[in-house]
């Protein structure tokens, strides 16, 4: 620039433009070449940065998605929904955000603050160290600030997070809140949600202005007393007045530098936090794992199921015991009906079944092994297929959910599968057939469709032992003659665990349980345990004159 800017001079006066390109050729040229140097190291710089920023999110997102998929179920029953996808979403954009204003910025100020301290410690070794006395008392301050600081961003993220669950909630949920007219009390719920993290966070903005106020109070002082001490050691001539003036040129830049840093503290404070949050739920270990394990070759599974003595509670209410003592057993290749009043226990078999949740006491068994001994994956891909009360389809067309049971079957499998389930035909009469989306959840379909679709997807992977939770009881008459005419299909074979209140669908059993209070109290067949005029009889007594008369 000093160079342009000289032959600029000489020549403003001279019209002689040929002797003026030829001698601004060099400076210019020079001028040019730093200019594309400094581009190109900015380019590098942001692009290198972002790049580096972008992969730790990524690594991060992927590590806690696997991490949060590998959780026990009791883990689920214990958060919501919108609470995990906040720390999938906001805290890894948070900790992103914070790492490259991080690097970037606290890059710049540490070369700079190197740099100038070297050349002050050879200005004046005195001042620099004089300079320098107050350096831990500052340190030590903005730790414990620092530490309060990070805290209450925790508390902020933790707000946002409640916040983002009550909304995820009410969304995923529309029908139910439209259908209670609960819009405006969501819309209460959720400000209130939202006005207790935005206090959170303007208290968190309030620490940190206080800190760099603080901050920027200490930096200036130290210029001043730099000017005092230089002012004193120039006028007992220890040092010349350039001196004095390159240590303060050099101090004003480690101040510039320092507040900097402290601009950025409070982008760090919010990273860490969330970074925290993030690796708490990474570094999460479940209680069972969903591989390893023994595998029962195909050709000698038979289905047996045995519960063992068994007690349970759930993870998250320990105090209520829901099974005690429980034992039952399931012979291969037979229907077992479980009937009994609501909140008895009747899911809670089936969950364990699917080793949802481990036992405390006793064992399930599958052939004789213990569940924990069998590998999850296995038992759940191959070994069970469970078809429960609300059929959950995914967002795709119906091809794909029926596959979601095998994602190797071909499109033969799963039309044949769709068959056994009564559901081929109803698909072909749709203008896109298997190709059709179902909507979010499967919102465009008829329950009873839903219904025959995961009986599709649980026939596919072919399952030895089927799981039917209430598979029913969500339709009406007509949808279920046909559901319970797929399901009757899909039982030849199986080893067969329903769960039902309607005396049609368990009538048929082979053995049908009466269970109160978690324990079994009647067994038998329909007609024996009608004969007993016990707690059967009385559970379907009002059912029997439609029953019968159907
Ligand atoms: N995930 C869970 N966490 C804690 N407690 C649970 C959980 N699921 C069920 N419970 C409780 O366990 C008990 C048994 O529930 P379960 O769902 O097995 O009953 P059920 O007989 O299948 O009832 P229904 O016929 O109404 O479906 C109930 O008191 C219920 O509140």
Redesign the pocket.
């Known amino acids: 620039m000093g160079g342009v800017i000289n032959v600029l001079s000489r020549f403003t006066h001279e019209q002689d433009s040929k002797l003026f390109i030829s001698e601004m050729k060099l400076p210019a040229l020079k001028l040019i070449a730093m200019y594309l140097g400094q581009s190109f190291f900015t380019f590098f710089y942001i692009s290198m940065l972002s790049n580096l920023g972008e992969k730790i999110a990524f690594r991060m997102k992927s590590d806690l998605f696997a991490s949060i998929l590998k959780q026990d179920?009791?883990f689920f029953?214990a958060q919501r929904t919108g609470e995990i996808v906040t720390r999938l979403t906001a805290d890894i954009q948070d900790f992103k955000s914070s790492f490259k204003q991080t690097i970037s910025g606290g890059l710049r100020a540490a070369t700079q603050i190197i740099g100038c301290s070297v050349s002050l410690l050879m200005i004046s070794p005195y001042m620099t160290c004089i300079s320098m006395l107050c350096i831990p008392s500052v340190i030590a301050v903005g730790t414990v600030f620092g530490s309060i600081l990070r805290s209450t961003s925790r508390k902020t993220q933790a707000q946002v997070e409640k916040a983002t669950a009550v909304a995820d909630e009410a969304i995923s949920n529309i029908r139910t809140v439209r259908a209670f007219a609960m819009d405006d009390q969501e819309e209460i719920m959720f400000v209130q949600e939202a006005e207790k993290a935005k206090d959170l966070n303007e208290a968190l903005g309030f620490g940190i202005g206080i800190f760099q106020a603080g901050t920027n109070l200490f930096l200036n002082g130290t210029v001043l007393m730099t000017l005092y001490l230089g002012g004193y050691l120039l006028s007992t001539n220890q040092l010349s007045a350039g001196e004095v003036m390159s240590f303060l040129i050099s101090a004003q830049t480690i101040q510039r530098s320092l507040a900097q840093v402290s601009l950025l503290f409070g982008s760090v404070i919010k990273g860490l936090a969330a970074g925290g949050r993030v690796f708490e739920y990474i570094n999460m270990t479940p209680s069972m794992n969903l591989k390893g394990g023994r595998i029962i070759p195909d050709k000698f599974l038979k289905g047996e199921i045995v519960f063992q003595n068994v007690t349970f509670?759930?993870?998250?209410?320990k105090q209520?015991v829901?099974l005690e003592n429980f034992n039952l057993s399931v012979p291969a290749g037979k229907t077992v009906a479980?009937v009994?009043?609501?909140?008895?226990?009747?899911?809670?078999?089936?969950?364990l079944v699917e080793r949802f949740?481990d036992v405390d006491n006793g064992s399930v068994k599958i052939d004789g092994y213990d569940l924990k001994t069998l590998d999850p994956s296995w038992l759940r891909r191959k070994a069970l297929g469970l078809i429960s009360?609300e059929p959950i389809l995914f967002g795709t067309t119906i091809l794909e959910n029926i596959r979601y049971g095998k994602p190797d079957a071909t499109d033969e499998d799963v039309r044949k599968a769709a068959q056994l389930a009564n559901a081929d035909e109803f698909i072909s009469h749709f203008p896109n057939g298997y190709q059709t989306m179902v909507g979010e959840r499967g919102a465009t379909l008829s329950g009873g469709q839903k219904q025959r679709i995961a009986i599709a997807r649980a026939l596919l992977k072919d399952p030895k032992i089927l799981l039917l939770?209430?598979a029913t009881s969500a339709l009406d008459a007509e949808s279920e003659k046909v559901v319970q005419a797929a399901l009757d299909n899909a039982r030849k074979g199986r080893t067969v665990i329903v769960?039902a209140?309607r005396l049609s669908t368990v009538r048929n059993a082979d053995i049908i349980l009466v269970?109160n209070n978690?324990k079994i109290v009647e067994m038998g067949t329909h007609e024996h345990l009608q004969q007993l005029k016990g707690y059967y009889w009385a559970l379907t007594y009002q059912q029997q004159p439609q029953a019968e008369g159907g």
């Not at 509670?313 to 209410?317: F, G, N, V």
């Not at 009994?340 to 969950?351: E, L, M």
């Open positions: 179920i009791a029953d509670a759930y993870p998250t209410r209520q829901v479980i009994g009043a609501s909140g008895n226990g009747k899911s809670t078999i089936v969950a949740y009360q939770d209430e769960i209140h269970l978690g």
